[in-house]
């Protein structure tokens, strides 16, 4: 670690993953009352229990976003971090902020917590993905400016290079795109046209700038190839990732009351979405075939060329499987589009956070990797975790199509619940398969703690 103030970075990987392992528990209580209607009801309702799982989603990869960018920018700027101080305080702000959200959900009727954080005076509340109260958003604003503006100072006082300058125009597109989350107006096509500018254009637009230049910092040290042909191909694939996921936003404005040539518009450009991904699994794989050197971090080499392998199959082909109007006219809302987002928020996002931590917490501790021994568990715990999160995407995918089939396309359709019941099967072996997935980030946690013969950074 050449500089100090990187150390920050320990804080943010250490919440993010005690965060995780939350969403993964709140996810395993979903996939329960799937089965188990009233499994732990009314302690925890189904609705809360899915608010939780995919707010903690949400929160543990900002934390890693934050903690990675607080580990590279110091030493991609060549400079100690700009306000360490600052980094440390939002830090405390955002975790307690978050914790008391999540308690709120646990504590009370979603309603009674509108009432309690006075959700009327400006409200924002209860809309998907973003059913945090107004004062919570408030506070994600407050950190987020101070985030980019420790990030930004440093960046702009610093040696300038292309992952940072990348890394710092996903980060200002994240807060921008934020703030529509306090746009929430009364006529409901409105409010959804404008709901997925906070969600689709974080997801499939500025988040992609994030993803590609974390990787590229580790793809940099782990394999000794020359930075301009990493920047080179990080160029291009930012390129197609912004032209695409931008205009592709119109996906999800087929069947909302949207003008028609949104149904073209959308079904272009998202069909030109899985390029980018598809150039970062050449990219990846390119890089590492072409190393310099022999990394003895082998686990965050895997995980790297995992993430462009998933961030391929789950944003990519998932994604392309139910993006073309005609297709989606029958797929929207169905567990196909939760298998597309599981194994996307996967592939992209979260295996991304996982690369950062597994290349940069060794050497937070004074190591340039962790131990053999430590190592063998983490390369467990990826094909455990990437195993059992591509059966659920398969689980999930086949319960779509008989739902499709049962409920929408079928000469005499089933009702919902009927449809449901009928789907069952699907929805047991997505559990044990999520049960599978905790066991393996259990042990990516173990990890760290194997003692053995470690790998010291020389002076």
Not at 76 to 81: N, W
Not at 163 to 190: H, Q
Request: aromatic share 16%.
């Amino acid at each position: 670690m050449k500089y100090e103030s990187q150390a920050i970075a320990k804080l943010y990987f250490i919440a993010a993953i005690a965060l995780f392992v939350g969403q993964i528990l709140f996810g395993l209580i979903m996939g329960l009352q799937y089965v188990i209607g009233d499994f732990l009801f009314p302690e925890i309702p189904f609705n809360i229990a899915r608010m939780v799982h995919t707010n903690l989603l949400i929160v543990w990869l900002l934390f890693g976003f934050m903690g990675s960018a607080y580990y590279l920018v110091p030493e991609e700027s060549e400079r100690e971090l700009y306000a360490p101080w600052l980094a440390k305080l939002m830090f405390w702000v955002f975790l307690i902020a978050g914790a008391m959200t999540i308690v709120g959900y646990l504590s009370m009727s979603y309603a009674a917590l509108a009432e309690v954080t006075m959700n009327d005076l400006l409200p924002t509340m209860g809309r998907e993905f973003l059913e945090q109260p107004t004062i919570t958003k408030m506070g994600i604003v407050i950190v987020a400016l101070a985030f980019l503006y420790n990030i930004g100072m440093t960046v702009l006082t610093g040696r300038k290079t292309v992952i940072t300058l990348v890394l710092l125009t996903g980060l200002v597109g994240l807060a921008v795109f934020f703030l529509f989350s306090f746009y929430n107006p009364d006529n409901i096509v409105l409010d959804k046209y404008f709901w997925w500018w906070v969600v689709h254009l974080w997801v499939e637009g500025v988040w992609e700038l994030i993803l590609a230049s974390m990787l590229a910092y580790v793809l940099i040290k782990v394999t000794g190839v020359d930075r301009e042909v990493i920047e080179k191909w990080l160029y291009i694939i930012i390129a197609m990732a912004l032209i695409s996921g931008l205009v592709g936003t119109g996906h999800h404005f087929f069947w909302i009351g949207t003008p028609d040539y949104w149904q073209w518009l959308g079904s272009i450009f998202s069909a030109l979405e899985p390029i980018p991904f598809f150039m970062m699994t050449l990219f990846a794989f390119n890089v590492v075939n072409k190393r310099r050197r022999d990394h003895p971090n082998k686990a965050a080499v895997l995980w790297a060329l995992g993430t462009a392998v998933m961030a391929f199959l789950g944003a990519g082909v998932w994604g392309f499987l139910h993006t073309l109007a005609p297709i989606n006219y029958y797929t929207h809302g169905t567990q196909i589009t939760a298998a597309h987002g599981h194994m996307a928020f996967y592939g992209a996002y979260v295996m991304v956070n996982l690369t950062m931590i597994s290349y940069a917490m060794p050497i937070m501790r004074g190591n340039k990797a962790n131990n053999a021994a430590a190592q063998v568990i983490e390369m467990w715990s990826f094909w455990l975790m990437t195993i059992a999160m591509v059966f659920i995407t398969l689980f999930l995918t086949g319960a779509g199509i008989l739902q499709v089939y049962l409920q929408r396309y079928s000469e005499n359709p089933l009702p919902f619940m009927a449809t449901q019941e009928k789907i069952t099967l699907f929805y047991w072996l997505r559990e044990a398969a999520g049960v599978v997935f905790l066991i393996g980030l259990c042990l990516y946690i173990a990890s760290f703690f194997v003692k053995g013969k470690e790998v010291v950074i020389a002076d």
